[in-house]
C-alpha cells in the first residue's frame, strides 16, 4: 500500500508529541491490566500534508500509537492491525462486516477490548454497524481526528489514548460500541457528527453522552435502555441471504418542491428505500402514492431529516403526515436519523429478515417500542448478552 512506512520510521505527527518507537512495528506497550488491540482503517488522524498541501492517508496505527504521550503510563499492553488506509468517505459495508468478524476473532484468541481509528466522516454510521454485530461484553471503542497530525492542535493523540483508556476499563463493558470523541464517550446508536470542522463535532442529541473521560477513566452518567444485536450467524457478510447480490438501500432526502422524480423505478434497484423526511415524517402530499407503491414491493422506513427528535405516529392527520404513511406501510424509524436507519435497514436485509421482523427491530432501535421486542434475544447494558447471540461470552 502505498505511503506506508517500515519499521523505526519517523513519527507521525509534528515534533514535541512525544514519539516512542512501535515494538516490532505492533504498537506494542507493555502494560498488565489488559489487552487492547487497535484496528486502524485510516482517516484524517492517519494522514500527513503532501507536498501540494492536501492531506492524505499516510500513517499505519503502530505509527499513531508510537506518537500518544502517556501510553505507557496506563498499562495497558496494545497492539495494532492494520485493515484498511483510506479516508471515512471510502470505507465500504463490507469493509465493516469484515472487521465485525476480525474482532470477534481477535476477542475469542484474548484480547480484553478493540479500538477502531477512522475518518469521522462516516463514524457515525460505522460505529452503529459495528454495534449491530458486536455481542460480547468487550468494549469496542471507535474514534478519529478532526485535525491531521501536521496542523497545530492536532487532536488524533488525545482522543486515541482516550479510546484506549475507555476501551480497557471495566465501567466499558456491557456498552456494546462506543464512540469516544473530545474526552466524551457515546453510544453508537445515538452519536452524530454535528459539525464539519469543529474538533468537538460527536454529539448525541437524543440523549447526550454516556460519559466522560476524566484523569483517564471513564465516568458514566448515561446509558441506553438495551442493546440491539444482530446474530453474526444471520448475516452473510453484507451479502444477502444465500449468497446473492450485495444488499441494496438507497436513501431520499425529500426537499421543497419534490417531483419524486428520484422514486421512480426504485424498486428495481435497491432493496429497501430510507425516506428522510420533513420535520416528524412528513412529504409533499403528490410523494404520498408513489411511495406506498414502493412499501408494497420493498421495505420503505421513513426517517426525520432533521438531525434529532423522533418520527412522530399519530399526531398529524393531512395527506403526507406520519399517519398517513404509516398507514400505507412505511416503517417508523424513531429517534434513528436517516443514516443510521439505513444501517440498520441494511443489516436486517442481510441477514434476511421479513417485514414483520424489520418493523419490530425498528421500534426496538428506535425507542417507540421496548427493547425487549428486538426480535433477536437482547442483552442489557451492563447484562449478558442472550444466549441467542452469535460470538463468546466475557
Not at 31 to 51: C, D, E, N, P
Not at 131 to 156: E, Q, Y
Not at 161 to 170: E, M, T
Request: aromatic share 4%; proline share 7%; hydrophobic share 45%.
Amino acid at each position: 500500500m502505498a505511503g506506508r512506512r517500515g519499521r523505526g520510521c519517523r513519527c507521525p505527527g509534528p515534533a514535541g508529541l512525544g514519539c516512542r518507537p512501535a515494538g516490532e512495528g505492533s504498537g506494542a506497550v507493555s502494560g498488565s491490566s489488559g489487552r487492547v488491540l487497535v484496528f486502524g482503517l485510516g482517516g484524517t488522524i492517519a494522514m500527513a500534508a503532501t507536498g501540494s498541501g492536501g492531506a492524505v492517508p499516510e500513517f499505519s496505527p503502530a505509527q499513531l500509537l508510537a506518537a500518544v504521550p502517556g501510553l505507557a503510563a496506563t498499562g495497558v499492553e496494545v497492539r495494532a492491525e492494520e485493515l484498511r488506509r483510506v479516508p471515512g468517505g471510502s470505507v465500504r459495508l463490507t469493509d465493516l462486516y469484515a472487521l465485525a468478524g476480525v474482532v470477534r476473532e481477535r476477542l475469542a484468541a484474548g484480547f480484553g477490548a478493540a479500538v477502531v481509528t477512522q475518518g469521522t466522516d462516516t463514524i457515525e454510521e460505522s460505529a452503529y454497524l459495528l454495534d449491530l454485530l458486536h455481542a460480547d461484553r468487550a468494549p469496542v471503542v471507535v474514534t478519529g481526528a478532526m485535525r491531521n497530525p501536521s496542523l497545530a492542535g492536532a487532536d488524533g493523540p488525545a482522543n486515541l489514548l482516550a479510546a484506549v483508556q475507555v476501551a480497557a476499563a471495566p465501567e466499558a463493558r456491557g456498552q456494546g460500541v462506543l464512540v469516544v470523541f473530545n474526552d466524551e464517550i457515546h453510544a453508537a446508536r445515538r452519536v452524530r457528527k454535528t459539525h464539519a470542522t469543529n474538533p468537538a463535532t460527536f454529539g448525541s442529541p437524543d440523549g447526550g453522552p454516556l460519559g466522560f473521560v476524566v484523569e483517564g477513566r471513564p465516568q458514566l452518567v448515561n446509558r441506553l435502555p438495551g442493546r440491539t444485536v444482530i446474530p453474526a450467524a444471520a448475516v452473510a457478510a453484507g451479502d444477502g441471504p444465500a449468497g446473492a447480490r450485495p444488499v441494496r438501500v438507497a436513501l431520499v432526502t425529500v426537499t421543497l418542491g419534490d417531483d419524486g422524480g428520484l422514486l421512480a423505478g426504485l424498486a428495481d434497484r435497491a432493496d429497501g428505500l430510507v425516506v428522510a423526511a420533513f420535520g416528524a415524517g412528513h412529504v409533499p402530499e403528490w410523494l404520498v402514492e408513489p411511495l406506498a407503491g414502493l412499501a408494497d414491493r420493498i421495505p420503505v422506513v421513513l426517517a426525520s431529516r432533521t438531525g434529532a427528535g423522533p418520527v412522530l405516529a399519530a399526531t398529524y392527520g393531512f395527506p403526507g403526515s406520519e399517519r398517513d404513511l404509516l398507514s400505507r406501510g412505511l416503517v417508523r424509524a424513531g429517534f434513528l436519523g436517516p443514516e443510521k436507519a439505513r444501517i440498520l435497514l441494511h443489516a436486517l436485509l442481510s441477514a434476511g429478515a421479513d417485514r414483520a421482523t424489520i418493523t419490530a427491530a425498528f421500534g426496538a432501535a428506535g425507542g417507540h417500542a421496548p427493547a425487549s421486542t428486538w426480535p433477536w434475544p437482547t442483552g442489557f447494558a451492563g447484562g449478558e448478552v442472550g444466549s441467542g447471540y452469535a460470538g463468546s461470552i466475557r
